[in-house]
């Protein structure tokens, strides 16, 4: 049986009890924290190494260096391994290797302004099946306007202020924020 929820798409027969409804006692977390202890050795060594290849190379050529690259795949390695560990022995579909930036940070005291806005993005990479159809990629730009256009009424909906928005093929559409300011200006 293929687990479709758990993202990776290997065979995984369920334990009940770990997947289970009632709570789970008795858990050996010896090789979970193991896991964890190589992956901060993994990333101490990469902070190490980063730091030295970025003291002999520019910042593109750093990024690209074997050392750096085989680190990052060995981190890669153990988040996943860390993932599977949490999922078989607890359940759980462990969200532990996206990123957030808090934006808020050092300003928790500033209030939110009426008319405070900011830009925001939904991008895709649309390709045609590999067999014959009458389907084009000409039609996705109808489809992704429709969908911005619901987008927008939902926003709306929800009391938020939409002075624009566009959909676009090739690349992304730029909004010109200095247009708004000078109207507001006129």
Same mark, same amino acid.
């Given at each position: 049986m293929t687990d479709e929820h758990d993202g #990776? =798409? #290997?065979?995984?027969? !369920?334990?009940?009890?770990? !997947? =289970? =409804?009632e709570p789970l006692t008795g858990v050996d977390a010896r090789d979970l924290h193991a896991t964890v202890?190589? &992956?901060s050795a993994a990333l101490h060594a990469y902070v190490e190494t980063a730091v030295g290849v970025r003291a002999e190379f520019g910042a593109r050529e750093a990024d690209e260096d074997p050392r750096v690259l085989a680190l990052e795949s060995r981190v890669g390695t153990l988040n996943a391994r860390l993932y599977d560990l949490l999922h078989d022995r607890l359940g759980l579909h462990?969200? &532990?290797t996206g990123m957030t930036w808090d934006e808020t940070e050092g300003d928790a005291d500033v209030p939110v302004a009426p008319g405070d806005h900011d830009t925001f993005h939904l991008g895709f990479v649309v390709e045609l099946p590999p067999t014959v159809t009458d389907l084009t990629l000409d039609a996705v730009i109808d489809i992704v306007d429709d969908g911005g256009a619901q987008i927008a009424r939902t926003l709306g909906d929800r009391g938020y202020v939409v002075g624009e928005w566009g959909a676009g093929r090739g690349g992304p559409v730029l909004l010109d924020e200095d247009e708004d300011d000078d109207e507001g200006d006129a």
């Amino acid at each position: 049986m293929t687990d479709e929820h758990d993202g #990776h =798409g #290997h065979d995984d027969e !369920h334990d009940p009890a770990s !997947h =289970g =409804g009632e709570p789970l006692t008795g858990v050996d977390a010896r090789d979970l924290h193991a896991t964890v202890d190589e &992956l901060s050795a993994a990333l101490h060594a990469y902070v190490e190494t980063a730091v030295g290849v970025r003291a002999e190379f520019g910042a593109r050529e750093a990024d690209e260096d074997p050392r750096v690259l085989a680190l990052e795949s060995r981190v890669g390695t153990l988040n996943a391994r860390l993932y599977d560990l949490l999922h078989d022995r607890l359940g759980l579909h462990a969200d &532990l290797t996206g990123m957030t930036w808090d934006e808020t940070e050092g300003d928790a005291d500033v209030p939110v302004a009426p008319g405070d806005h900011d830009t925001f993005h939904l991008g895709f990479v649309v390709e045609l099946p590999p067999t014959v159809t009458d389907l084009t990629l000409d039609a996705v730009i109808d489809i992704v306007d429709d969908g911005g256009a619901q987008i927008a009424r939902t926003l709306g909906d929800r009391g938020y202020v939409v002075g624009e928005w566009g959909a676009g093929r090739g690349g992304p559409v730029l909004l010109d924020e200095d247009e708004d300011d000078d109207e507001g200006d006129a």
